[in-house]
Nanobody, 123 residues
Framework: DVQLVESGGGSVQAGGSLRLSCVASGFTFSTYSMGWLRQAPGKEREAVALIFDNGDTRYADSVKGRFTISRDNGKKTLYLQMNNLAPDDTAMYYC?????????????????WGQGTQVTVSS
């Protein structure tokens, strides 16, 4: 059974940085596409980043140039480095896994999610 545990969220001032982690178990991590989703009250669910099994990446326009997704297959861990954070980045962030390569915008409906970690960015 797929298990995903996120950590690293917290409160930070605008312009600051955070690094989120997602520890995976219950599946062959190295063969899966992995990504990050976020959800804030009053906003649409948004897939922000995706990394394929070969290491290729995709980003939403809203985070491109500020966020970096990476993976450590030996540790079965997914990361999201978030720099130059802004209040609009405030959301619950979820790690997601997909057995097959997918498009970034499909991650929310085909992937399995973790429990999430809260990111709050103040002005």
């Amino acid at each position: 059974d797929v298990q995903l545990v996120e950590s690293g969220g917290g409160s930070v001032q605008a312009g600051g940085s955070l690094r989120l982690s997602c520890v995976a178990s219950g599946f062959t991590f190295s063969t899966y596409s992995m990504g990050w989703l976020r959800q804030a009250p009053g906003k649409e669910r948004e897939a922000v980043a995706l990394i394929f099994d070969n290491g290729d990446t995709r980003y939403a326009d809203s985070v491109k140039g500020r966020f970096t997704i990476s993976r450590d297959n030996g540790k079965k861990t997914l990361y999201l480095q978030m720099n130059n954070l802004a209040p609009d980045d405030t959301a619950m962030y979820y790690c997601a896994a997909s057995q097959w390569p997918i498009q970034l915008h499909s991650l929310d409906v085909v992937g399995q999610w973790g429990q999430g970690t809260q990111v709050t960015v103040s002005s």
